[in-house]
C-alpha cells in the first residue's frame, strides 16, 4: 500500500509510534521545558522517543505515560549537575532595585526574593526527592505515575514527595508565601 506519491505506507510500528507522540510529546515537552528550558526540552523530547524505540513497553509496570515519563527523567539526569549549578547560582545572583518605593518594584524584590529561596531549596534537595517532587509539579504526574516512571514503590513516591515538601516548606513548617 502506498500513498499518491507513490511513498510506501508506515509500518505499523511506525504508525503506533506517531500516536505515541502526537498523545505525550506536548506533556514531556511541558515538564521538561520547566527543567531545563525549551530548546534543551526538545532535545530530550526527541531523545524520549528514540529511547523508547530501542526499548519495550511493559504494560504490568504502568502507563505509557509514565513510561515515557521515566525514559525522560533519566535523560534528564545527565542535566542534573548543570540543573543544581544553575540554581546554585541563582540563589547567590544579587537583586537589586532603582526605586523600592514603587509598589512594582518592591513585588519584584519579594518574587525574585521567593524564587531564590526556592531555588537554593531545589538545589539542596536529594536528586531521586527533587524529581519526584517535579515530575508531580510540573510534570503533572500523580505519585503512582511517579512510581511506575521511577521504578520506585509507590509508597516510596509518596514519601520523597512529602519530605521534598517539608524540606521546602523549612524548619517552621510554613509555605514562604506559597
Known sequence: MSDEAGDPAPAPAARALGVLFDTHA??????LARRVGSHD?????????LAATRSRFDP????????LFGIATNLLRRHLRQEV????AQARAPREVADPADEVAI?????????A?????????????RDVLLLVAWGGLEPSEVAAALGVPAGTARSRLHRARRALRGPTGEDDDA
Open 60 to 67: 504490568r509496570r504502568g502507563s505509557e505515560r509514565a513510561w
Open 26 to 31: 506536548p506533556g514531556l515537552h511541558r515538564y
Open 85 to 88: 549549578r544553575g540554581y546554585a
Open 117 to 129: 529561596r526556592l531555588a537554593c531549596g531545589l538545589a539542596a534537595l536529594p536528586a531521586d526527592e
Open 107 to 115: 513585588a519584584r524584590v519579594h518574587a525574585a526574593q521567593r524564587v
Open 41 to 49: 526540552a526538545e532535545d530530550l523530547v526527541a531523545e524520549t522517543f
